[in-house]
């Protein structure tokens, strides 16, 4: 069959064609289907009002909040995978296993140790602080993050109303898993032997651990830090990794505070609703009656969210603090 060339193919065919899915009879009229659609997206679109969202965050009794990386990008910490995903030619998910810690400790030791110098160098910004003092004002609050950086504790949300679901780069835990934990540790480098991993340089030069063509330092795994407890094994990062389970005890504590009754606002922070984690606890929360709120840069990250719902398109640093104003009222200049 005869194909023109792309070039020659009418805008609004090709628009048309990309847009299939939701190209179907129900939405026929005879403008051009761009139009339909805009109307459609406008017509679904969630409500975008702060003072809305303001009143219902004055109103509301039990809030629940999922945060993702983008809840620190303002605090200046480079996504996990970053930078094309590559850490010294290493897929930096590749570092983040079991597997590759029993391989190569020193080397995922190396990069733990590079991201908690990165996270203690960084500070919270104003988007951990209104979620802390959100906490602080509000009894039913609970507030759940992926990000393992430790700049919810620092910007003081309460202990009782955060869960750390991938744990926290500033635990240590024995590898042989005797139950040790080693909570926030703040010592940078967290032993001498990674002090490499620590190093502070100017922002026009690379860091020599980071540049794949200079060799790293060997580094004996008699030096890395071992378990005082077993004796035995060594500790690794206190974090989350691919192919391990979420701490049960954890879940089930957020599972109990889901089931305890009806939900007014399920907040989404810096992280796609309809992504895991954040996709099924929104869901359980819509269950329950919530209002489900985005705060996010990204556009795409508003999809499948209804007319009821909200959507604030803009960094989180900026955002919350409007959101919670009624609240918290004015956060501190230094915040
Ligand atoms: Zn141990």
Same mark, same amino acid.
């Given at each position: 069959m005869h194909r023109a060339p792309r070039s020659l193919i009418p805008l609004s065919i090709s628009h048309s064609c990309s847009h299939?899915?939701?190209?179907?009879?129900? +939405? %026929?009229? !005879?403008?051009p289907f761009w139009t339909r659609h805009t109307e459609y997206a406008q017509s679904m679109a969630p409500r975008t009002s702060v003072d809305e969202f303001k009143e219902l965050v004055s109103s509301g009794n039990r809030i629940l909040a999922l945060c993702g990386a983008g809840l620190s990008a303002a605090s200046g910490l480079p996504t +996990? !995978? #970053?930078? #094309?995903? =590559?850490w010294r030619n290493h897929e930096a998910t590749s570092l983040a296993t079991p597997d590759a810690f029993e391989a190569d400790p020193s080397l995922v030791w190396l990069f733990y140790a590079w991201r908690r110098h990165m996270a203690l160098k960084a500070q919270p910004n104003r988007g951990h602080y209104a979620l802390a003092e959100l906490a602080k004002k509000k009894d039913n609050f609970l507030c759940l993050t992926? *990000?393992? &950086? #430790?700049l919810s504790p620092r910007a003081g949300h309460p202990e009782s109303k955060l869960r750390l679901l991938h744990g926290s780069i500033l635990d240590n835990k024995c590898f042989n898993g005797c139950g040790y934990v080693d909570r926030n *540790?703040?010592? &940078?480098?967290?032993?001498?032997? =990674?002090a490499p991993a620590a190093e502070d340089y100017p922002p &026009?030069? /690379? =860091?020599p651990l980071l540049d794949p063509f200079v060799p790293i330092p060997p580094i004996n795994v008699a030096d890395l830090p071992h378990c005082p407890?077993?004796?035995t094994g060594l500790l690794r990062p206190g974090v989350v990794w691919f192919g391990e389970p979420l701490d049960s005890l954890m879940i089930m504590e957020v599972e109990n505070w889901i089931m305890r009754g009806p939900i007014d606002i399920m907040l989404v922070v810096g /992280?796609? %609703? /309809?992504?895991?984690p954040a996709a099924g606890y929104t869901r359980k929360a819509q269950r329950r009656g919530a209002v489900v709120a985005v705060v996010n840069p990204?556009?795409?990250? %508003?999809? #499948? =969210?209804?007319?009821n719902d909200f959507f604030f398109q803009g960094d989180a640093a900026q955002v919350l603090p409007q959101l919670f104003e009624g609240v918290i009222g004015k956060l501190d200049d230094e915040n």
């Open positions: 299939s899915m939701v190209s179907s009879s129900s +939405f %026929a009229s !005879r403008r +996990f !995978r #970053g930078a #094309g995903g =590559l992926q *990000n393992v &950086d #430790g *540790n703040l010592s &940078d480098p967290v032993c001498p032997a =990674l &026009d030069q /690379t =860091l407890s077993c004796r /992280t796609a %609703a /309809t992504v895991y990204d556009p795409d990250s %508003a999809a #499948g =969210l209804s007319q």
